[in-house]
């Protein structure tokens, strides 16, 4: 079994501050994350994942994720948020044993006020 | 580029009606999915294909049919539309004969289906 939890439904930070949107997941095998946006009225965009060959990775817009397996966490940061980063935020797991499908979180919507 | 494209945006119908929601992909992906996204839910997936003609339910499957004739088609059918199931809903499609747990899944705009 697998599951997402984001903690935070709602985070605002300032322009120019630290985004940090946080994630732990629960499998019983080795998994695979996800982090992805939804920009208003759209659908999602895959921002970066984590495929088991680096635990910092690194995807576009400036964010990047690290891995950490004793913690069970894959928190979503970027140094200096922008205005145009407001958006909602999903985290996701999938797994080699569980046919592709992904567990996605509940999602976190990020509010960056000027 | 992929492309995932709905056949609607915003669809508003009435109870009772037989409501089809069309999703088609560009890069011949063999999966596809539906989920339906609700505030404070996240996405919850409804069903989803790995290849024509197959289908598997996922977590909130109940009155909710799909069809996949060809396979960069993906339909979602609600036989007989409810109230409650007033939501936005998203196609997506994966590349993988594997169902690539790997791989990121390319998502459409989105529907969003009001039914009164």
């Known amino acids: 079994a697998q599951s997402v939890t984001q903690l935070g439904s709602h985070v605002s930070v300032s322009e120019g501050a630290l985004v940090l949107l946080r994630c732990n997941y629960s499998s019983s095998v080795p998994p695979y994350l996800f982090w992805y946006v939804q920009y208003p009225n759209q659908g999602l965009q895959l921002l970066l994942k984590?495929?088991?060959?680096?635990?910092l990775v690194k995807g576009i817009n400036g964010f990047e994720a690290e891995f950490k397996k004793s913690e069970t966490s894959f928190h979503l940061t970027k140094p200096s948020a922008h205005m145009s980063d407001a958006a909602e935020y999903f985290c996701a797991v999938s797994l080699n044993t569980n046919a592709g499908k992904s567990t996605f979180g509940d999602g976190t919507t990020l509010t960056v006020k000027p | 580029d992929v492309k995932v494209t709905q056949s609607s945006r915003y669809l508003v119908k009435r109870t009772g009606e037989k409501v089809f929601l069309e999703c088609v992909q560009d890069?011949?992906?063999?999966?596809m999915f539906w989920y339906r996204q609700d505030p404070g839910l996240g996405l919850r997936l409804i069903y989803f294909?790995?290849?024509?003609?197959?289908?598997e339910k996922g977590d909130i499957p109940e009155g909710y049919s799909v069809s996949r004739e060809k396979k960069e088609r993906f339909s979602l059918i609600l036989e007989s539309a409810s109230t409650n199931q007033t939501s936005m809903y998203l196609c997506a499609s994966l590349v993988g004969r594997d169902r690539g747990p790997y791989n990121e899944q390319f998502f459409g705009p989105g529907t969003r289906l009001t039914v009164l």
């Open positions: 984590y495929t088991s060959a680096a635990t």
């Open positions: 890069m011949d992906h063999e999966n």
């Open positions: 294909s790995y290849d024509v003609k197959m289908k």
